[in-house]
């Protein structure tokens, strides 16, 4: 049970940095994020797509993996200002509709 808890904790840590640098600016698009859901964008290279995904894939390892990846290719502050995902779309689909059953 505490080893889930610090895996959450390091997942919210790193979510949380990723996106400190860029929390006052809100764009127009912040409002279609239900509650207990946040936005990624998924792509490699200039094609990315967003998704809106829910809290509790921090908790998930396989998700954890992805956000070390974003963290090693972008660190935190990318560009953008945007969480992103370097993967392709078909694998980041494949993943959460695994998410959703498990």
Excluded: W
Excluded at 47 to 68: A, E, G, M, T, Y
């Amino acid at each position: 049970m505490g080893i889930r808890l610090m895996g959450i904790a390091h997942a919210k840590q790193k979510l949380r940095r990723s996106l400190s640098a860029r929390m006052g600016m809100f764009s127009a698009t912040s409002s279609d994020v239900p509650k207990g859901h946040f936005a990624v964008y998924v792509g490699e290279f200039t094609h990315k797509k967003r998704f809106v995904i829910p809290l509790s894939f921090l908790n998930h390892p396989l998700f954890q993996d992805l956000l070390d990846r974003a963290e090693e290719e972008f660190g935190y502050d990318h560009p953008t200002g945007s969480l992103t995902i370097p993967c392709s779309e078909e694998f980041f689909t494949s993943l959460t509709s695994a998410l959703n059953c498990s």
